[in-house]
């Protein structure tokens, strides 16, 4: 069964320092897509990256890194030089290959970014 | 990215009562999702829609409760039946980023509290 887990339920970060926020995964499928969403506390979900299962380069948006270590099943989200507005709560979640392109969410981080 | 917007963005409803979502995208889309996230929790994905079909329900949701109606490519409702206390959520739906991608878009959400 695919899973995804998310072990710090809450994070502090310094403004302008980076921050790693943690994702493993599970799924037997060679095939599939992890993603991180920043969820604001207006509820909104954000996208913020993607990587692909056969992706060789980790993903980046702009601030947004993903660190893929596929054989350790994990796909850390690295914000750089945080900011203000980067406190959210962040889900990871892993999309399916099938034609059914479910997402399956972790529990999420709550981040607070102190100035 | 596909614009998506939600009617009503929060809504305050009794027991015993029913309220629609309505979820519409300014581009046409194959695949509309609709999640739930309760308070404090990650996201559920309650059922897929698909334009010309059924909706298709995830464990632990059935059609009775949550019926879903998709009569075209940009628009489809969900209807919380029979409300509980226990249904008050935040109820979001998404779309697939472009057809046959990953990437899903959510709007965003309806907040809704059952008294």
């Known amino acids: 069964a695919q899973k995804i887990t998310q072990t710090q339920p809450g994070m502090f970060v310094q403004e302008k320092e980076a921050v790693t926020l943690d994702c493993t995964y599970d799924t037997s499928d060679p095939s599939y897509g992890l993603f991180w969403y920043k969820q604001p506390s207006s509820g909104e979900m954000i996208f913020l990256i993607y990587q692909g299962s056969y992706d060789q380069q980790n993903a980046t948006e702009g601030r947004y890194s993903l660190n893929f270590q596929k054989a350790r099943k994990s796909a850390n989200l690295v914000i750089s030089a945080s900011q203000l507005g980067d406190s959210a709560m962040y889900f990871c979640a892993m999309g399916l290959m099938d034609s059914s392109y479910k997402l399956i969410f972790g529990s999420g981080t709550r981040l607070l970014v102190r100035p | 990215s596909a614009v998506i917007s939600q009617k009503p963005s929060r809504d305050i409803c009794q027991r015993g009562t029913s309220l629609t979502i309505q979820c519409q995208v300014d581009s046409q889309v194959t695949m509309m999702f609709w999640y739930r996230q309760q308070p404090g929790q990650s996201l559920t994905l309650i059922a897929t829609?698909?334009?010309?079909?059924?909706?298709?329900?995830e464990s632990g949701f059935v059609i009775d409760k949550f019926p879903i109606s998709r009569p075209n490519l940009t628009f489809s409702t969900l209807t919380v039946s029979n409300m509980s206390p226990e249904d008050s959520s935040i109820y979001l739906c998404?779309?697939?980023?472009?057809?046959?991608?990953?990437?899903?878009?959510f709007g965003p959400g309806t907040r809704l509290t059952v008294l």
């Open positions: 829609a698909n334009q010309g079909s059924e909706a298709t329900y």
């Open positions: 998404s779309v697939e980023g472009q057809p046959g991608a990953d990437t899903q878009y």
